[in-house]
């Protein structure tokens, strides 16, 4: 069924045309929603044609790590719910939504985006935590893409909550200071099936594609974060062809934030 | 201080805004998106279809199997840890009971239809958001049902009975000023089969007398029959372009 599926792929990428008519570098409408859930202190709803991501934040006072006692913590989380995708389950994080939430932490940590020193209350004792959760509504392919831009989207505009006497949240108070974010890293996907090289895929792509590279770059096209999956491995020329492609397509997306 | 005006300003037998959408999840079989004030409800149908594990199939007819869930960044106050805890087990098995009475799944034995209903953001009447939006995304799914499910909570708030209370009236005592703080509030989540009038799910957190019981759950029929229209009007509105 996948072979089948597999060569069908090809065949039309041999002339250019993706099974809903794009060419292999064409990237669907993408929009974004903000603040979307009053509950959270800054969230996003990023669509990319049919595929429909939610992202929120949420902060908290945590004690530093001892070996970062200056630095708030930072965690990023991928819920993949079975509403979005009849093939994910109840139960446990499996690996593909730890492997989405993980290169979505690495683009934001490695590219310094968040400042996590301005997170420092006192150091040593409290520190802000910024708790990220991404999570599809719709997955009809590229949430990897998504993820990264709707963390980013939630993340630019979330508001730190007030505070009480006691050091604890105020969940009921909001303040108008925001996060404070240096960079907008964007990750793009570059998926291989036979010889070619496509983004923003459709479910059916991400099944058959042999392997893919996420490219996380921020304005001046710096690379900040890498991540290659699948079993094939990749010439030099593809990765140079891929990151090339990224970094056009980080562009576009980078347009579209606020 | 009596609670004569509410903190919103609505009337007794008012709901806050609601907002109902048919067909948000295009990959599922069917579902609806429920927002009352600030509750936001997302419901997803996926089925009849295979029921795993195997030993949960029933050889009579499918199995309505629901699932409620809270995102993480939905929560009052802290992030909800994700994953079931026991509220969202109790929630997802009264939301199957509420539900179960108006579809018919004799036609498919050892099938499962699942519903899955996540919170985007609360301000409480969570499970009633949820099971009202279910209903709609099993009728979008094609599921056989002999009515809908509409569900609202009712209460009372010092003494006064109130449709849809918000997080802010369940907590009245912790605001009010007034001598009788301790009288706690009274949440009556009910769901009414609005062909019928039957009430399949209820619930109550507070205290209750007989007569005001009655008053409350008159007053859930009632405002019931007001988000019944919503629904249909939902579910219309998705089939009529």
Known sequence: MTESLRQHIIQGLDKNIRLDGRKKDDYRKVWIEYNVSNSAEGSARVHCGPTDILAGVKMGIEKPYDDTPDRGNLMVNAELIPMSNPEFEVGPPSDWSIEVARITDRGIRESKALEQKTLCIKAGESVWSVMVDVIPVNDAGNLLDMAGLGALAALGVSKYPGKKENGKVDYEKHTDKKLQLACKPIPVTVWKIGKHLVVDPLTEEEKVAEARLTITTIEDGTIVALQKGGETPLTVEEIDEMVGMAIGVAKTLRALLE | ?241
Do not use: W
């Open chain 2, 1 to 241: 201080m009596a609670y004569t005006k509410r903190f919103d300003g609505r009337a007794i037998d008012d709901t806050r805004p609601i907002t109902a959408k048919v067909g948000v999840v295009p990959r599922a079989d069917g579902s609806a998106m429920f927002q009352i004030g600030n509750t936001t409800a997302i419901a997803a149908v996926y089925g009849p279809r295979e029921m795993h594990p195997k030993f949960m199939q029933n050889p009579r007819g499918g199995v309505l199997r629901c699932n409620y869930n809270m995102m993480p960044f939905s929560g009052h106050g802290d992030r909800v840890r994700p994953g079931q805890n026991r509220r969202a087990k109790e929630i997802s098995r009264v939301m199957e009971n509420a539900l179960r009475p108006v579809v018919d799944l004799s036609a498919f034995p050892n099938a499962v239809v699942d519903v899955f209903v996540e919170l985007s953001q609360t301000d409480a009447g969570t499970r009633c958001a949820g099971i009202t939006a279910a209903a709609m995304a099993l009728a979008d799914a094609g599921i056989d049902m002999k009515d809908l499910v509409a569900a609202v909570a009712v209460g009372f708030v010092d003494d006064r009975v109130v449709a849809d209370l918000n997080y802010n009236e369940e907590h009245y005592n912790d605001y009010s000023d007034n001598p009788d703080k301790d009288r706690p509030v009274a949440d009556i989540p009910v769901a009414v089969l609005p062909g019928s009038g039957l009430i399949s799910l209820l619930q109550m957190d507070g205290e209750v007398k007989r007569e005001h019981l009655k008053e409350a759950l008159e007053l859930g029929r009632h405002v019931a029959k007001k988000i019944y229209e919503i629904q249909k009007k939902a579910l219309k509105a998705r089939y009529m372009e």
